[in-house]
């Protein structure tokens, strides 16, 4: 079988644009992700980034409501309960596995603002 060669024609300037995108696209809340959220025994499978999921979570599965109304996590095999406002949080945290990295110690969090408050004290004047 032939090895087949791909991008053949970029120049060293598109090479380095790439190079110099990749970190940005790989960051979290780039990445495309999977919902397998579970509606009526049928699992989403639609593909989203971290950004536009509330949206489809409220559109597309009725997570609607009051913030404190108690609510059951319909990811696939998950189930736990918790409060309504908590679930985009969970999701994010605990299915999706979205991590924030510092950009100066390459530690990871589960939350942006977290990382920015470990950035201004653990790293001030860096």
Not at 117 to 126: A, F, P
Request: aromatic share 10%.
């Amino acid at each position: 079988m032939a090895q087949r060669i791909y991008n053949k024609d970029f120049s060293d300037a598109d090479i380095a644009k790439l190079c110099e995108l990749a970190p940005i696209a790989n960051a979290p809340q780039h990445r495309p992700y999977v919902c397998l959220w579970v509606t009526s025994d049928v699992v989403c499978n639609l593909h989203f980034q971290a950004s536009e999921f509330p949206e489809h979570l409220r559109s597309d599965h009725g997570v609607v409501g009051p913030e404190r109304a108690p609510f059951v996590c319909s990811w696939f095999g998950c189930f736990n309960e918790m409060q309504k406002e908590s679930i985009i949080r969970h999701v994010n945290e605990q299915h999706l596995e979205l991590r924030y990295e510092c950009p100066i110690c390459h530690e990871r969090f589960t939350r942006a603002h977290t990382v920015q408050k470990h950035v201004s004290e653990r790293h001030q004047g860096s």
